[in-house]
């Protein structure tokens, strides 16, 4: 199996909501990202988590809050989000650079949010 | 992290040869290179890697010149479906490595 599964596929939100995106991969990877694309724009690094510890935060504000319950798992919780966080979230996964070998990520299809 | 250049968009026909040239003249001794290919609302995927010379796999083939500082995506015989956009991009193979996506290059494919 060498998919990275995301739920739900499509989320509309009120700027008071919270809601949680979901990422699961069962290819034994121990690094998990989460990404930002905007339209027409390239993926940015959000989160990296690594033995499901969280390794790199890119000075992404506080209503974004990543979760790694296991190492099969990845959520991202939403809270209180503004229009301009509308975008496509990207979940990958990788070997643990440390286990040696390619650094390929394998990446979702993503969520594609939209926060009225 | 080096940073890398690549044309914004290239047109093609079906059945031709595309190479895509990026640009990486800061590139680091333990970098690698490698290109990532995205559909629309899609999330990106891993063609090819390579460090040095010519690497060619089932899709693509990979050229690096000895100083590194550039390398080419070439794509035979390109079909519509290959209308994506492809990222190149550097960072080390050992250690932490995280991926930062350049611009890209849109690559339209016409009948």
């Known amino acids: 199996d060498t998919e990275v599964t995301q739920t739900p596929k499509h989320l509309v939100m009120g700027m008071t909501n919270k809601k949680s995106l979901k990422c699961e991969q069962h290819m034994g990877h121990r690094a998990m990202y989460w990404y930002k694309q905007k339209a027409k724009k390239p993926p940015e690094l959000m989160f990296v988590y690594s033995y499901e510890k969280l390794s790199i935060n890119e000075s992404v504000p506080s209503r974004f809050s990543p979760e790694c319950p296991n190492s099969s798992l990845l959520n991202l919780h939403l809270h209180a989000l503004q229009p301009e966080d509308s975008a496509l979230y990207l979940c990958?996964?990788?070997?643990?650079?440390?286990?040696?070998?390619?650094?390929?990520?394998?990446f979702g299809p993503g969520t594609r949010l939209t926060v009225l | 992290l080096a940073k890398t250049t690549q044309p914004i968009s290239m047109d093609s026909y079906e059945g031709q040869e595309v190479n895509i040239t990026c640009s990486h003249n800061?590139?680091?001794?333990?970098?690698?290179i490698t290109w990532y290919q995205q559909f629309p609302s899609q999330g990106p995927r891993f063609i090819i890697q390579g460090y040095k010379t010519k690497v060619t796999n089932e899709v693509a083939s990979l050229f690096i010149p000895a100083d590194r500082k550039s390398s080419t995506l070439s794509l035979p015989r390109v079909s519509l479906s290959d209308t994506a956009v492809y990222y190149c991009l550097v960072a080390p193979i050992s250690g932490y490595s995280t991926l930062t996506f350049g611009k890209g290059t849109m690559l339209l494919v016409s009948p």
């Open positions: 990958a996964s990788s070997q643990h650079p440390a286990a040696g070998g390619s650094n390929e990520q394998f």
């Open positions: 800061n590139i680091a001794t333990n970098d690698y």
